[in-house]
Nanobody, 127 residues
């Protein structure tokens, strides 16, 4: 069972920045995806950003491109999401997620049920 320790959520004003961090454990494969989904009240879950442990390739939802940056440390099984120029519409619970590298990321990101999920951390952006 994959386990997560998430940190870094909080309240920030619009145009501010936050960094989310996550340490994942409990898996044995070397090739995997790790990243973040988010869910705002009354809205569906949205894949925000992901990174491959194999080659460091990344994927971002269009809504955050140019503002968010994902990075990872394979040796420490950690992933971070630097969020700049935050907007009120970024307000959501952000979940650290992990999945083995069994399909292209472009496919996996559309199937939230195929990922292991952390407990989530709240990000609130005030206007």
């Amino acid at each position: 069972e994959v386990q997560f320790v998430e940190s870094g959520g909080g309240v920030v004003q619009a145009e501010g920045s936050l960094t989310l961090s996550c340490v994942a454990s409990g898996f044995t494969v070397d090739d995997y995806y790790i990243g973040w989904f988010r869910q705002a009240p009354g809205k569906e879950r949205e894949g925000v950003s992901f990174i491959s442990s194999r080659d460091g390739s990344t994927l971002y939802t269009d809504r955050v491109k140019g503002r968010f940056t994902i990075s990872n440390d394979n040796a420490k099984n950690t992933v971070s999401l630097r969020m700049n120029s935050l907007k009120p519409e970024d307000t959501a619970v952000y979940y650290c997620v992990w999945a083995p590298l069994v399909a292209p990321l472009s496919t996996l990101k559309t199937y939230p049920s195929l990922w292991y999920w952390g407990q989530g951390t709240q990000v609130t952006v005030s206007s």
